[in-house]
């Protein structure tokens, strides 16, 4: 028998969005890019245009390129929408033994990172401080990050996908707010006169955790897509 359920609800949305929300890349690019601006001594006024605009660009891109799966995701026939979950259920489930992995053995084997060229690419991107550079700089870090540690994302985008409406989008733009809380968060702490320092010291001493946390929503959201998939959860 079928579980009658309005899935995604907002908290299977908040929670998963918490959890991505802590993004190793996202957050270290920011801490970089601020570090950038301090030792080249621009104003705060300065720093907090330029991150804010880093922080709203990374954001937008991640809900256009959710918006747009979504839709594609629902317009296809249900029952292949049924075996994309299936399949993502089963990456889902690798990506969470690896980033648990991580959480114990970091740096051993594989692991869910942006590519060594795109690092690179990203630390030279960061020390052109200027509108036009911060913007693709933004552009960039969503874009090499998504495929790599969209995980979280994938799965919420194919439970949107199942019942696709205006409320959906809503959830969709509620998720993307939630994954730069943590940038934002981040941003004023600087502004109100915080050192990165402590900030970049935390990220790494909690890098573990951060990882165990997103291996276990990752196998949690796996099992809901199969539920979902052979009938057992029904999003109508």
């Not at 089963?90 to 084997?109: H, N, P």
């Amino acid at each position: 028998m079928a579980i009658e359920a309005g899935l995604p609800t907002t908290l299977t949305v908040v929670i998963t969005a918490l959890v991505d929300s802590i993004n190793p890349c996202a957050i270290g690019v920011l801490i970089l890019l601020i570090s950038v601006m301090l030792a080249t001594r621009q104003s705060r006024l300065r720093m907090f245009i330029l991150s804010s605009l880093y922080i709203g660009v990374v954001g937008l891109v991640y809900f256009i390129a959710g918006l747009g799966l979504v839709q594609f995701l629902h317009a296809i026939p249900l029952v292949v929408t049924m075996v994309l979950s299936v399949l993502a259920a089963m990456v889902l489930v690798v990506g969470g033994i690896i980033e648990i992995k991580d959480c114990f053995w970091y740096g051993q084997g594989f692991s869910l990172q942006i590519p060594r060229w795109a690092v690179k690419r990203i630390h030279k991107m960061s020390k052109k401080i200027s509108i036009v550079g911060i913007i693709l700089l933004g552009f960039f870090v969503a874009a090499v990050e998504l495929p790599c540690t969209g995980g979280p994302y994938l799965a919420i985008t194919l439970l949107l996908a199942q019942n696709f409406d205006w409320t959906a989008v809503l959830l969709l733009a509620l998720y993307n707010l939630i994954f730069v809380l943590p940038l934002i968060v981040i941003l004023a702490i600087v502004i109100l006169g915080g050192k990165v320092y402590n900030i970049k010291k935390w990220k790494n001493k909690n890098r573990g955790y951060m990882r165990l946390a997103i291996g276990i929503v990752l196998i949690l959201l796996a099992w809901l897509l199969i539920f979902i998939a052979n009938g057992r959860i029904n999003l109508g």
